[in-house]
């Protein structure tokens, strides 16, 4: 089982151009989050998808958007990126559908992203 | 928002020695859950709590919970240097929200 898989790895964008960072994750999983990671700030997330369907925002939704293609594949694009979107971003998943905080969370290995 | 805060932001200690790592938050939880993450890597889930919990125990790993104090702390006995990596404490609030704090970088020489 490869788990949870982003693509690409890293990325350089130029500003103003648009991307979609992919994820998937093949342990049949109900809920799925994007979050990213800025350096002294931990974790922030920016979409989450309790179920396939349906997807609401995080804390930081402004200037990206989800879609839930189907169980498996969670994807976050950048419209019109910013250099404040420079960051590391994580894909990750959980068993369960409620109360999806309340169990353990399975992360991919980041996307690193550069917008300059 | 972060929820909960860590300290130290960085610990340096000999291979062998244990390490203990803090954790505070601000509102009521549902569970309190700790994570690392290796360099270059994504996150690992270590341990959960839960609010109605005081302790648990995983191999090397202690995690206690106070919830009057709005506190946990991480205990990693005996470490070894592939323990070097930074530990996020994480919190699981109603309302959908599994908040992460900055995290504490630990350095295991040996």
């Known amino acids: 089982n490869a788990g949870v898989t982003q693509t690409p790895k890293f990325q350089v964008l130029k500003t103003g151009q648009s991307m979609t960072l992919q994820c998937a994750q093949d342990?049949?999983?109900?809920?799925m989050y994007w979050y990213r990671q800025d350096p002294g700030m931990g974790l922030r997330l920016i979409y989450y998808?309790?179920?396939?369907?349906?997807?609401d925002k995080g804390e930081v939704p402004n200037g990206y958007n989800v879609s839930r293609l189907n169980k498996r594949e969670f994807s976050l694009r950048l419209e019109s990126a910013a250099p404040s979107q420079t960051s590391v971003y994580f894909c990750?998943?959980?068993?369960?559908?409620?109360?999806?905080?309340?169990?353990?969370?399975?992360f991919g290995q980041g996307t690193r992203l550069t917008v300059v | 928002s972060q929820q909960g805060e860590e300290d130290p932001q960085a610990l340096s200690i000999q291979e062998g020695e244990n390490a203990t790592m803090n954790c505070s938050y601000k509102?009521?939880?549902?569970?309190l859950q700790w994570y690392r993450q290796n360099s270059g890597r994504g996150l690992v889930h270590l341990i959960l709590?839960?609010?109605?919990?005081r302790e648990k125990h995983s191999g090397r790993l202690r995690v206690t919970l106070d919830t009057s104090k709005k506190s946990s702390s991480l205990l990693i006995t005996a470490s070894r240097a592939a323990d070097t990596a930074s530990y996020f404490c994480?919190?699981?609030?109603?309302?959908?929200?599994?908040?992460f704090g900055a995290g504490t970088i630990l350095r295991v020489k040996s």
């Open positions: 990750a998943s959980s068993e369960r559908e409620t109360g999806w905080w309340n169990t353990e969370a399975f």
């Open positions: 342990m049949n999983h109900n809920s």
């Open positions: 998808s309790a179920s396939e369907g349906t997807t």
């Open positions: 509102t009521s939880i549902n569970n």
């Open positions: 709590i839960r609010s109605n919990e």
């Open positions: 994480a919190t699981g609030e109603y309302g959908n929200k599994l908040v």
